[in-house]
């Protein structure tokens, strides 16, 4: 391969004809879940839904991603929330669950050369007797990509082996075996998908375990942009000597307007120039979350906090993924040879496509003054007129135009802090709704029976506007025979990513004040239940202890009224292993920032339908069991 930069009169040349090493583009896209981020979407009005989806995947509209991640989901909290399982327990199992089967059939129904990715951050408590790197889990996976091939007709790409907690070339061995047993041999196998600065290092180990090395399709990591982290040379030399692409299976943008649309490209641009990552999703799609939760708006294309509305709101950051994504196609080449940081500042990544077709993607961030850049298109590529679609802080994905390559040539002046996609491919468009509805609050006062819940469709057996903390809550026959209930049907503690608490569930605004909540409960012996408000915090990401006033009853009768306080520290804590240790111990004894206001005896609390109510008015704190007050408060923590 040459590299050809000319550096003649400040004008910087790339050249596009291809070289020995070129790799194969694996896409570029988002990740849906490691939190449960679809949540609310599923519940938006059939009209929004389709854009917010149509925005995201359709092809050469919006976002136009290529690739999709997907948590498989586990039962226990992921970052905003928890995504019930397939498989809640040993016996269990159930096809139509959840809301993930569903986001990724709209998302390959709009495009079918979409990429499916998938790995877990959570599992159920039953698994491996409460080891995560075990047969059972490797077992758990195959069972989901058969649901998804089988009852969803989905194939999968690629599966990774867990999210963020560390190596196990033992379970990549177990997991290949299960997946070719079961027809997935075909399915590419990353690993290991961690953050940490020694995230590469579990390479040196591989190369010495040839069974590990044949599992292992796909050397993984997360977080490379903007850390000074990237894959290490011996490590991208010995990949690409084994046939073995890099994946960035996570990164990060979290900036707002066009600081992250640039950003964005500036992450893709250098994921491959730094680390040679052939795929990088960034974390996350689409903000289907309350504005309560943690991450709630920064690092999504399109915010979807409202589906009782039916507002939603676009990023410029979407424009950012469409400036690669309605540019190039999964199976393209880089083009090394005009793959290069520019002098000025900035890069630039020339891809082509297998019969001559070539897109340039640019970015300028760092750059103080224009650039002119001249590529070099050899005879073999289009040579048709090249579009070109441009960003800046000013307009987003605009096309300016088209140029014409003469004498194998073209040049373009690239203006600071701008973004440029050119193109010998046609059909881009800056796709967009008009009618979007206004914004309105969570509507009060709010009641639901569960009843009309016939079609499990996208919602997979949960109801409307409930965000799932941790657990999940779902809708089962009420015992009795009086029509449909909310069950939380987690069993056991789960393998949880982020230290685990107790299950609980939200719905509503988290600015309401004065207001009174309540909820009809039957409990069983031995069970518990509690009725949550003025919820203003549901934890970090790391940790979601929430902040807010509990009442609960257990069947023996115990009624307290507690405040709980999560502590805004977890946060701070995340990334050593020592410290995620202290938060789980403290999360783990049950108290986590627990105050018992008061405490009281109910009769007869098992066995029958009653009604818990917390009511709140300024610093009073009531609790109400059957419309009478059990127990009182002053308190104004929350
Ligand atoms: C990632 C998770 O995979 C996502 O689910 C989400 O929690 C995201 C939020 O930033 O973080 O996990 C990471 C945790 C810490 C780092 C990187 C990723 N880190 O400190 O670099």
């Not at 880089?334 to 630039?348: E, N």
């Not at 701008?418 to 509507?443: A, C, I, M, N, W």
Request: glycine content about 12%; some cysteine; overall charge negative.
């Amino acid at each position: 391969l040459e590299i050809t930069v000319v550096k003649d009169g400040g004008i910087q040349s790339v050249d596009l004809r291809p070289g020995v090493s070129d790799r194969r583009f694996d896409g570029i896209g988002a990740v849906n879940g490691g939190g449960a981020t679809s949540v609310l979407l599923k519940d938006y009005p059939r009209e929004q839904r389709d854009q917010i989806l149509d925005l995201v995947f359709a092809p050469k509209f919006g976002a136009s991603v290529s690739a999709m991640l997907v948590e498989v989901p586990g039962d226990g909290n992921s970052t905003q929330g928890s995504m019930p399982s397939h498989r809640h327990t040993r016996g269990d199992l159930e096809a139509h669950r959840g809301y993930t089967w569903w986001v990724m059939r709209e998302a390959k129904r709009r495009n079918p050369a979409l990429s499916l990715d998938a790995v877990a951050w959570s599992a159920p408590g039953w698994i491996g007797d409460g080891e995560f790197w075990s047969q059972d889990m490797a077992d758990y996976y195959v069972s989901w990509a058969q649901i998804l091939r089988d009852t969803h007709g989905l194939d999968l790409d690629a599966i990774g082996c867990r999210n963020e907690k560390g190596v196990s070339l033992h379970f990549a061995k177990c997991l290949r075996a299960a997946l070719d047993e079961a027809g997935f041999g075909s399915v590419l196998l990353h690993a290991f998908d961690d953050w940490p600065a020694d995230k590469f290092d579990f390479v040196e180990e591989l190369r010495r375990d040839p069974e590990a090395v044949a599992a292992i399709d796909v050397i993984g990591a997360h977080v490379m942009y903007g850390t000074g982290v990237h894959a290490p040379a011996e490590v991208r030399e010995w990949a690409g000597a084994m046939g073995k692409p890099i994946w960035n299976t996570e990164d990060h943008v979290y900036r707002s307007g066009y600081d992250c649309l640039i950003g964005i490209v500036k992450c893709f641009n250098e994921n491959y120039l730094l680390s040679g990552a052939t795929k990088v999703v960034l974390w996350y799609d689409v903000a289907g979350v309350y504005p309560t939760e943690p991450y709630a708006v920064e690092p999504a294309m399109i915010v979807a906090h409202e589906p009782w509305s039916g507002h939603y709101r676009v990023r410029d950051a979407l424009w950012g993924y469409a400036h690669y994504g309605q540019f190039t196609e999964l199976g393209w080449i880089y083009v090394d040879g005009a793959c290069t940081f520019l002098d000025g500042g900035g890069s630039v990544v020339a891809l082509r496509s297998a019969d001559g077709d070539f897109s340039i993607v640019a970015e300028t961030k760092d750059a103080a003054a224009v650039q002119r850049l001249r590529m070099h298109v050899p005879s073999d590529l289009a040579q048709g007129p090249v579009t070109i679609w441009r960003s800046d802080a000013t307009e987003q994905f605009q096309h300016l135009g088209f140029v014409r390559i003469e004498d194998g040539t073209i040049e373009i002046d690239l203006a600071p802090n701008s973004v440029y996609s050119l193109s010998t491919t046609s059909g881009q468009r800056k796709g967009g709704f008009v009618d979007v509805p206004s914004s309105t609050p969570f509507p009060f006062p709010y009641r639901d029976t569960f009843a009309g819940y016939d079609d499990p469709g996208a919602r997979g057996f949960l109801p409307r506007f409930t965000a799932d903390i941790a657990g999940a809550f779902e809708l089962v026959p009420a015992p009795g025979d009086v029509g449909t209930c909310l069950r939380q049907t987690v069993p056991a503690p789960t393998l949880s990513w982020a230290p685990d608490w107790r299950p609980y569930t939200i719905i509503g605004d988290g600015d309401w004040g004065d207001y009174e909540v309540s909820v009809s409960v039957l409990l069983e012996p031995g069970e518990g239940a509690a009725v949550m408000g003025r919820i203003n915090h549901v934890g970090t990401g790391y940790g979601f202890i929430p902040r807010c006033y509990l009442f609960e009853l257990t069947a023996d009768g115990t009624c307290r009224l507690v405040s709980v306080n999560g502590k805004e520290d977890q946060r701070e804590l995340v990334g050593d292993a020592e410290q995620r240790a202290v938060i789980a111990a403290a999360a783990g004894d049950g108290t986590g920032g627990e105050r018992t206001l008061g405490k009281a005896r109910a009769t007869d609390a098992q066995g029958r339908w009653q009604r818990m109510t917390l009511r709140f008015a300024g610093a009073d704190i009531t609790a109400l069991l059957d419309g009478e007050v059990i127990l009182e408060a002053v308190d104004t923590t929350h």
